[in-house]
């Protein structure tokens, strides 16, 4: 059963920085692309970034110069790295890894994590 375990967040002052770190583990075939979503009070759930399998990177226009996504393939981990934050950075931060479970590829879900920025 693959599994993502979510790490890192936390209460940070504007300008602050902050990350986040993903880890899948389970019956983890190969992981294809990873992702971060989050979802702020009363929003709709919002991409953040992704990182495909050969490294390339899309973001946000929000979080553009600002964040960061990253893997470590050994690891089946990812990483969010987010610099200069805001207070409309505030929300509830999700992970997703589409994986080759063996059976078949599916998308997961990390069980979220809070990121609160404020004074």
């Known amino acids: 059963q693959v599994q993502l375990v979510e790490s890192g967040g936390g209460l940070v002052q504007p300008g602050g920085s902050l990350t986040l770190s993903c880890a899948a583990s389970?019956?983890?075939?190969?992981?294809?692309?990873m992702g971060w979503h989050r979802q702020a009070p009363g929003k709709q759930r919002e991409l953040v970034a992704t990182?495909?399998?050969?490294?390339?990177?899309k973001y946000a226009d929000s979080v553009k110069g600002r964040f960061t996504i990253s893997r470590e393939n050994s690891a089946n981990t990812e990483y969010l790295q987010m610099n200069s934050l805001k207070p409309e950075d505030t929300a509830v931060y999700y992970c997703?890894?589409?994986?080759?479970?063996?059976?078949?590829?599916?998308?997961?879900w990390g069980q979220g994590t809070q990121v609160t920025v404020s004074s």
């Open positions: 997703t890894m589409l994986i080759n479970d063996l059976t078949d590829i599916s998308r997961y």
């Open positions: 389970g019956g983890i075939g190969s992981i294809h692309a």
């Open positions: 990182i495909n399998s050969d490294g390339s990177t």
